[in-house]
């Protein structure tokens, strides 16, 4: 090997090391389920105040924080275990991105607007009858009693979650949301190089 092709092999290998790993997108999905998971508990469960309602999220700069942490460990430990500016920028947006979605951006609201056109209709709201019709009720639970009062009342003793009732309604938002996920993320890769190469947008959304 010549010493031109050794310098071409190690700026190779300098840049696959610097690019987006596969580590670096699954600790930062692992991240981002956390952050969800721990928002929808803090927020709906424990009612300790949302960390993820700002367009900057609290959340988001308090885990990140723990990463640049254990990224200071792992190069104390062994330099080659560090995580790259590039991975640690992707679980940053991963994190970001992902995190926010399932409680404030999604999840925060789908779930408890399901059961309430039948809970709260009343003959005197006239719910039933004004806008019943215009509702996809294959995207609803049954409005049976148990699976009402068991979401807005809690579960009584011995009793589990009618997950029957709710299969069918979870899976048909669940595959709106996959594909305006997916409709978002496709149009970003259509216009990112205009955006980003040609015009030089700035906004953190690029």
Known sequence: MTA???????????????????RSVLWGLVTA?????????????????????????????????????????????????????????VIFATTWIAGMMPSVGWMGYVIGMLPAP????????????LF?????????PDPLPHVMDSFYYGLGK???VPWSAWAMPLWWWFSAAIALVGAGYFVSCIFHRQWTDAERLIYPLV
């Not at 071409?8 to 596969?22: F, I, K, N, P």
């Not at 424990?46 to 609290?58: D, F, I, T």
């Not at 215009?134 to 609803?140: K, Q, V």
Request: glycine share 12%; charged share 15%.
């Open 4 to 22: 031109v092709e050794e310098i071409d092999s190690r700026q190779g290998r300098g840049l696959a090391r610097g690019g987006v790993t596969l």
């Open 33 to 89: 389920a956390f952050v969800a998971g721990w928002g929808n508990l803090q927020s709906i469960v424990l009612h300790g105040g949302s960390l993820v309602k700002s367009s900057y999220p609290v959340a988001l700069i308090l885990y990140f924080c723990v990463w640049i942490g254990i990224n200071i460990v792992l190069g104390l430990v062994k330099k080659s275990w560090m995580f790259t500016r590039t991975e640690m920028m």
């Open 118 to 129: 039948h809970f709260f209709a009343t003959p005197e709201n006239r719910w039933a009858e």
């Open 132 to 140: 019943f019709d215009y509702l996809p009720m294959w995207g609803f």
């Open 158 to 160: 011995g009793e589990t």
